[in-house]
Antibody, heavy 121, light 110 residues
Framework: EVQLVESGGGLVQPGGSLRLTCAAS????????MNWVRQAPGKGLEWVSY????????YYADSVKGRVSISRDNAKNLLYLQMNSLRADDTAVYYC??????????????WGQGSLVTVSS | QSVLTQPPSASGTPGQRVTISCSGS????????VNWYQQLPGTAPKLLIY???HWPSGVPDRFSGSKSGTSASLAISGLRSEDEADYYC???????????FGSGTKVTVL
């Protein structure tokens, strides 16, 4: 059974840093690209970042570019999101999502349960 | 402000058909496939439709997707109370070099 479990969320002051972790199990983690998607309280979904299976390619949303870094450890089946210079508008539930791709087709087929990040003084 | 535009709400009575639109541009829907996600209250999103009109395993065929030009739509036929949820379209955007989601549509079963 595919499982994605996020951890590392919590309360952080504006300007602070936090690292989220997503533990993957039930599939060959090293074969899949992964993503982070967030959802501010009462708002819609916002894609945050992408990393390819081998870590050769990363993409970031403009809203987090320069402040956020995605990485992975295929030996440990872990996905990370390092967030720096956090702002109040970064407050959200952060989901990790597995990306399934066939030529020209992509979709997020499995999602974690989410980890809440609250940025407040 | 979301790159993909959806109506904020849609509603119907049990058994009715409800359609949700998703409007984009040539950079996203116009040149890439569209996926749809369902988010039940208090839960993580779930893949509902991928590659415009394909069902993942376990999704009933009451849900169907279509795409034409720079717009896509999701139809729910035989509406049920358990379909009350938020629905999001999504696509890759070639100009932003990232994925974009729709603003979300809340479906209410009257």
């Amino acid at each position: 059974e595919v499982q994605l479990v996020e951890s590392g969320g919590g309360l952080v002051q504006p300007g602070g840093s936090l690292r989220l972790t997503c533990a993957a199990s039930g599939f060959t983690f090293s074969s899949y690209s992964m993503n982070w998607v967030r959802q501010a309280p009462g708002k819609g979904l916002e894609w945050v970042s992408y990393i390819s299976s081998s870590s050769s390619t990363m993409y970031y949303a403009d809203s987090v570019k320069g402040r956020v870094s995605i990485s992975r450890d295929n030996a440990k089946n872990l996905l990370y999101l390092q967030m720096n210079s956090l702002r109040a508008d970064d407050t959200a539930v952060y989901y990790c999502a597995r990306e399934n791709t066939v030529v020209g087709v992509w979709y997020f087929d499995y999602w974690g349960q989410g980890s809440l990040v609250t940025v407040s003084s | 402000q979301s790159v993909l535009t959806q109506p904020p709400s849609a509603s119907g009575t049990p058994g009715q058909r409800v359609t949700i639109s998703c409007s984009g541009s040539s950079y996203n829907i116009g040149s890439n496939t569209v996926n749809w996600y369902q988010q039940l209250p208090g839960t993580a999103p779930k893949l509902l439709i991928y590659s415009n009109n394909h069902w993942p395993s376990g999704v009933p065929d009451r849900f169907s997707g279509s795409k034409s030009g720079t717009s896509a739509s999701l139809a729910i036929s035989g509406l049920r109370s358990e379909d009350e949820a938020d629905y999001y379209c999504a696509a890759w955007d070639d100009s932003l070099n990232g994925y974009v989601f729709g603003s979300g549509t809340k479906v209410t079963v009257l």
